[in-house]
């Protein structure tokens, strides 16, 4: 009885921990700009890959990850039930495809920035050491919630983490102040991490964007920045639009 019993536990906490796409929620935390973080190794690499990232980008990142964090932690059914882990990675490296450096290992020359984010991203977890923490389920939803964030309005029905990907890239929206973030917190993160240029950098990333790879562009949020601002920039011929109604 006492060995069965202990076998049947055992065979509990294998299940528990293999759970496709769950994870432990018990890992070692810091506190960063007023908000409680997942503090493991590959959440801090995540954080060393964007360091150098020109300063409207990273800090931009980082308030994505912080305010999302804040809000999920303050909401204690959500924050049983998000992989905060994922959740860190995820946002922190949702904008590598923004990565305006010279010769970025991040950057195709033809794929949309939302792919080149969520290969960057899934192509990180695989190479870090911690790898194995990292089943395909759990790879997939780093995936679908970066290659997600350019087309608002797809993460409806979507798993928990993937929703909370995308509503914390949201968070970061010029202008927007999304209720769910507490008032303390959101305070301490916007004071150690301005966002006045974020309207100015994703307008300039996106006007390099259309100039550099304008075929990632065609039927994206991006199209109009080419379209207003760069020379010899033409949509036209390759919308969905002109297949439908093709110039006569
Ligand atoms: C907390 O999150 C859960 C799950 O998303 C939601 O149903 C609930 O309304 C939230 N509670 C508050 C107070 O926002
Ligand atoms: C966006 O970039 C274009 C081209 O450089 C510039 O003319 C425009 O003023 C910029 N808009 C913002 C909001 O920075």
Not at 77 to 83: E, N, P, Q, W
Not at 187 to 196: F, I, T
Not at 206 to 229: H, M, Q, S
Request: net charge neutral; hydrophobic share 40%; aromatic share 10%.
């Amino acid at each position: 009885m006492k060995f069965l019993s202990a076998v049947a536990s055992l065979a509990l906490a294998a299940t528990a921990s293999c759970t496709p796409g769950h994870y432990p929620t018990r890992l070692p935390t810091t506190t960063l700009y007023g908000v409680e973080v997942v503090d493991t190794q590959i959440v801090r690499d995540a954080q060393n890959v964007i360091k150098n990232f020109t300063p409207y980008l990273h800090k931009h990142s980082l308030r994505t990850w912080l305010l999302g964090a804040a809000a999920i932690n303050a909401n204690k059914t959500l924050k049983a039930s998000v992989d905060m882990e994922l959740h860190a990675v995820a946002t922190i490296l949702h904008d590598l495809g923004w990565d305006m450096t010279p010769n970025s290992p991040w950057i195709s020359p033809d794929m949309r920035f939302e792919v080149d984010g969520a290969l960057g991203a899934t192509k990180f977890v695989k190479n870090h050491k911690d790898a194995k923490n990292w089943d395909p389920v759990r790879l997939e939803k780093v995936y679908d919630g970066i290659v997600m964030h350019g087309s608002p309005g797809l993460q409806v029905g979507k798993n928990l983490d993937v929703q909370w990907i995308l509503k914390s890239i949201s968070f970061d929206n010029p202008g927007s102040r999304d209720p769910a973030i507490p008032e303390a917190q959101y305070k301490s993160v916007l004071a150690g991490l301005p966002a006045d240029d974020i309207g100015f950098g994703t307008n300039e990333t996106w006007v390099w964007l259309a100039a550099t790879k304008p075929i990632a562009t065609y039927n994206t949020i991006v199209e109009p920045f080419g379209t207003a601002f760069v020379p010899g920039y033409n949509a036209v011929g390759h919308r969905i639009f002109d297949l439908i109604n093709p110039a006569k």
